[in-house]
C-alpha cells in the first residue's frame, strides 16, 4: 500500500503575514539597491546611458524575481504598493545619506543633472512590480 501526501503549495502561490510581505518587500528593495549601487559605481563613470539603462534593467529583474517568488498570485494593486514601498525606502535612503555626507547623493533615484533618466527611474521603481503582476486588481 502506499500513500501519498498532497503537494504541498509553493511560497510564491500561499498568503503570507503582512511581517512577512514586509520583509521580502524590504529584502527584494535591498536587492534593487545593491545592484544599482554596484551600477553606479561600475558603469555609471563610463557611460551615464549604460548605467542608466542597467540601472534599470536591474530593477525590471528584481521585480520579475519577487512577483514571481514571492506573490506569484499578486494583484495589480499588490504589485503598485510594491512599488510605492520600494519608492518610498529609495526616498529616505537617499535623504538620510545626503544628511549624513553633508550633500546631495543620487544613486538610487538617478541625478537631477539627468532629468529625463532620473524621471524614467522614479516611473520604474513604481510601475516595475505591476508589469509582472498576473491578475489584474478585484
Do not use: C, K
Not at 510564491?12 to 534593487?32: G, K, Q, Y
Not at 549601487?37 to 528584481?62: D, F, K, M, N, Y
Amino acid at each position: 500500500m502506499t500513500t501519498t501526501t498532497p503537494a504541498m503549495a509553493r511560497f510564491a502561490d500561499r498568503h503570507h503575514h503582512p511581517l512577512t510581505i514586509a520583509a521580502l518587500v524590504m529584502l527584494f528593495w535591498s536587492i534593487a539597491a545593491a545592484l544599482d549601487l554596484a551600477t553606479q559605481i561600475e558603469i555609471v563613470p563610463r557611460s551615464p546611458i549604460g548605467g542608466a539603462v542597467t540601472t534599470i534593467a536591474a530593477l525590471v529583474i528584481t521585480a520579475f524575481a519577487y512577483m514571481r517568488l514571492v506573490a506569484r498570485g499578486g494583484d495589480v494593486t499588490h504589485a503598485l504598493g510594491v512599488g510605492i514601498a520600494w519608492l518610498s525606502l529609495s526616498i529616505t535612503a537617499e535623504l538620510a545619506l545626503a544628511a549624513h555626507l553633508g550633500h546631495g547623493w543620487f544613486s538610487l533615484l538617478g541625478s537631477p543633472a539627468q532629468p529625463l533618466f532620473r524621471n524614467v527611474i522614479l516611473f520604474i521603481w513604481i510601475f516595475a512590480p505591476a508589469v509582472f503582476a498576473r491578475r489584474a486588481s478585484e
